[in-house]
């Protein structure tokens, strides 16, 4: 199994609810049928308590676009998680961001 990390800094958020760590796996677990699955969360330790949501998928390289998509048509206890999110996919010991794309900046899931 893969890991697909989505990033989330709650300066950038309109509303920085907790439950979305619930609430989005869920929703990308439910509209993925199934093929994507909630991988735990976590909180970096960064001094602003970034937020990391996990998800298992066997195919990270294109699930990873169905993520995208799901984010972006969907908001999360108000927010536009997209907007503001940092998508990667676990590539062997450290993560590769896929989203944005072209980004250049290094980014600690």
């Known amino acids: 199994m893969g890991v697909i990390a989505i990033r989330l800094d709650p300066r950038k958020l309109e509303n920085p609810d907790t439950d979305m760590r619930y609430d989005i796996p869920n929703k990308i677990q439910l509209h993925s049928g199934g093929t994507i699955t909630d991988d735990g969360y976590d909180y970096l330790d960064e001094g602003d308590y970034i937020m990391v949501i996990y998800l298992s998928s066997k195919n990270p390289?294109?699930?990873?676009?169905?993520?995208?998509d799901i984010l972006s048509r969907n908001t999360f206890s108000g927010n536009s998680?997209?907007?503001?999110?940092?998508?990667?996919?676990?590539?062997?010991?450290?993560?590769?961001?896929?989203y944005p794309s072209g980004s250049s900046m290094e980014v600690n899931f």
Do not use: M, P
Request: net charge negative.
């Open 61 to 68: 390289e294109s699930d990873v676009d169905i993520v995208v």
């Open 81 to 98: 998680v997209l907007d503001v999110a940092q998508i990667g996919i676990k590539s062997s010991d450290k993560y590769e961001l896929k």
